[in-house]
């Protein structure tokens, strides 16, 4: 798999992943409009099957890669041998060097609050026992520059909705942006990025349009990431785990406004709120035309 060239950011004008669908409003006129696509992927571990997740279709090979690293099937030090997606039936194949087999685990799995259901299996949980997160510096000028910039990014969500996005980021820049119709399968893209090209997570950002959710703390802890921010609000249990393994957890992000419940002491607010422009949402509307 070839390294991608950064930013890596969403190509709304992919045909795979829209479909144009003709429908009536509020009046009764006809109306036209984009919706995303939706279609199963079955992602095996060597010759296990393990799980099939409904995604959009784009990046298989990372959302596999970040779905098994993140479940724990994938080890850091763990040598895939080579990554093979079959487009006609759906599937990728993960081969490692290590010979591995998770029937237990397979069958321990748990249905989450993710969008399109997502999957934890039994014991992801334990993973979070001793890890300890780098202790990094966000500052609140790099969140608002984010926010902007993510927010008026040409994207599916701007185009057809009904989606979620990941992004992940340095300092006050984009590096790799993933859509799913669950936010699961966009974190899980991110993880995929990370593993396949060993690139570091202690000095990253995480930011979610989706809830902070105990599914999407988790994962981000697991990843090393220490900082995760969203527009959207929080889970109490989100919010239990990001404080227990310490995790920076900033969410409802909107113009000015955002809060943090964990982590705070990572933050640094370097600019006053006022000085920073309110959210324009004819501007993210205009970045979708």
Not at 20 to 43: F, K, M, N, Y
Request: net charge negative; glycine share 8%; hydrophobic share 35%.
């Amino acid at each position: 798999m070839i390294a991608p060239e950064f930013p890596l950011l969403p190509d709304p004008s992919d045909p795979r992943l829209t479909r144009r669908v003709t429908g009536t409003d509020q009046t009764g006129a006809e109306t036209e409009l984009s919706v995303v696509e939706e279609r199963p992927l079955t992602i095996y571990l060597n010759r296990q099957e393990i799980v099939t997740a409904m995604t959009i279709g784009d990046y298989p090979e990372y959302l596999a890669l970040g779905f098994l690293r993140n479940q724990g099937m994938l080890r850091p030090d763990d040598v895939v041998t080579a990554v093979d997606y079959d487009d006609e039936i759906e599937t990728v194949v993960v081969r490692t060097e290590r010979e591995t087999s998770y029937e237990e685990k397979v069958q321990k799995k748990t249905r989450t609050s993710g969008c399109a259901v997502g999957t934890v299996f039994g014991d992801m949980m334990e993973g979070l026992e001793g890890l300890v997160l780098p202790q990094t510096q966000v500052r609140s000028s790099w969140l608002y520059k984010l926010a902007r910039e993510i927010n008026t990014t040409p994207s599916l969500y701007l185009e057809a909705g009904a989606i979620h996005g990941t992004v992940l980021c340095q300092q006050d820049r984009p590096l790799v942006y993933m859509e799913d119709v669950g936010r699961h399968n966009a974190v899980d893209k991110i993880a995929g990025v990370l593993f396949r090209h060993d690139i570091p997570a202690d000095d990253k950002i995480l930011y979610t349009t989706g809830r902070l959710t105990s599914e999407m703390v988790i994962k981000t802890a697991l990843m090393g990431i220490p900082v995760l921010a969203s527009r959207s609000g929080f889970t109490a249990w989100g919010v239990e785990i990001a404080r227990q393994v310490g995790l920076t957890c900033i969410g409802r992000m909107r113009g000015q406004r955002f809060v943090c419940l964990s982590g705070e002491d990572r933050l640094l607010r370097d600019v006053d709120p006022a000085s920073v422009p309110d959210e324009d949402r004819k501007a993210r509307r205009k970045a979708s035309a």
